[in-house]
């Protein structure tokens, strides 16, 4: 029985991971605000070793459509500019000697509905990392020794309700994402 307890743990602890890749992923489409995470995952040439941005230069926002970096050395300006640029994120970043300024463009319908469907990609993914995880531990559930029946589809029942309960919460960060995107 203990066992089969640890199972269950383990299935709670890897859905609450996956539920946090989802909600980290989703940060990083962008809804047309400025938010310093949209730059999360940018890496720069710092003295030969690659860093995230947010660990050699300070990001803010002074209002909800433009995005201030400023580096901690002048020199790592153009290396920044020039990250910015490789990730694609369809941002024209541009300087003023000091810091880096990235203006947010308004968003396009098309463009929104492009964001949409990422997001639906995202949380699909997320999904489905989700049933991965609980067919995972049905198996290892299945393998246990020493326990009635009842017990295992008791903990297969309990595995069920965390899935449904995950795949919600997705649903929900899926939905608030939607109408964040959409909303002009």
């Known amino acids: 029985m203990e066992e089969l307890e ?12 996956g539920l946090t890749h989802v909600g980290h992923e989703l940060t990083k489409i962008r ?4 938010t310093p995470s949209m730059l999360d995952g940018i890496m720069v040439s710092y003295y030969g070793a690659m860093s995230p941005l947010n660990q050699v230069s300070s990001i803010t926002t002074p209002d909800a ?5 400023k580096p901690w050395e ?14 694609n994120l369809g941002l024209t970043p541009q300087n003023d000697g000091q810091q880096v300024i990235i203006n947010i463009p308004i968003l396009s319908e098309e463009r929104r509905r492009q964001l949409v469907k990422q997001v639906h990609n995202e949380c699909e993914q997320g999904k489905v990392s989700i ?12 393998k246990v020794k020493g326990v009635s029946e009842d017990d ?33």
């Open 6 to 17: 640890l199972y269950l743990e383990e299935a709670r602890d890897l859905m609450a991971k």
């Open 131 to 142: 049933r991965s995880v609980r067919k995972e531990i049905n198996e290892q559930i299945k």
């Open 74 to 87: 002048k020199s790592l300006i153009h290396e920044v500019e020039k990250s910015i640029m490789a990730a």
């Open 31 to 34: 809804a047309g605000k400025a």
């Open 152 to 184: 295992v589809k008791n903990a297969e029942e309990e595995v069920q309700k965390l899935t449904d309960d995950y795949i919600g919460r997705i649903e929900a960060l899926m939905k608030k994402k939607e109408v964040e995107i959409m909303t002009v």
């Open 65 to 69: 459509r433009t995005l201030f970096i």
